[in-house]
């Protein structure tokens, strides 16, 4: 059984930065698919980034694409947030499957998920 831990998450200031990571225990293959994914208040979830392991590939959403960057090691993922906006103010959390992702924005693909860490940005 994988299981997913969140942490990194805070208050911040526009224009700040974060790193959130996701400490991975138990059994998680060489091609395994991980994802950060965000919920808005009364919103479904949404893709913020993703990483395919099996030959380490990574997919941003446009609201991420050149502020964030996501990656793994060591058993952990990690998603560090540059020039964030208030927009970003969510719950993310971190998401894992066993196998590549066809459609790495899917949340329904993922397996295992953390329980989240909260990122506020004030303007």
């Known amino acids: 059984q994988v299981q997913l831990a969140e942490s990194g998450g805070g208050s911040v200031q526009a224009g700040g930065s974060l790193r959130l990571s996701c400490a991975i225990s138990g059994y998680i293959g060489r091609r395994n698919s991980m994802g950060w994914f965000r919920r808005f208040p009364g919103k479904e979830r949404e893709g913020v980034a993703g990483?395919?392991?099996?030959?380490?590939r990574t997919y941003y959403a446009g609201s991420g694409k050149g502020r964030f960057t996501i990656w793994q090691a060591n058993n952990m993922l990690y998603l560090q947030m540059n020039s964030l906006k208030p927009d970003d103010t969510a719950m993310y959390y971190c998401?894992?499957?066993?196998?590549?992702?066809?459609?790495?924005?899917?949340?329904?693909?993922?397996?295992?998920w953390g329980q989240g860490t909260q990122v506020t940005v004030s303007s």
């Open positions: 998401a894992a499957s066993q196998s590549f992702l066809g459609n790495w924005q899917r949340a329904e693909s993922y397996t295992y």
């Open positions: 990483i395919y392991a099996g030959d380490g």
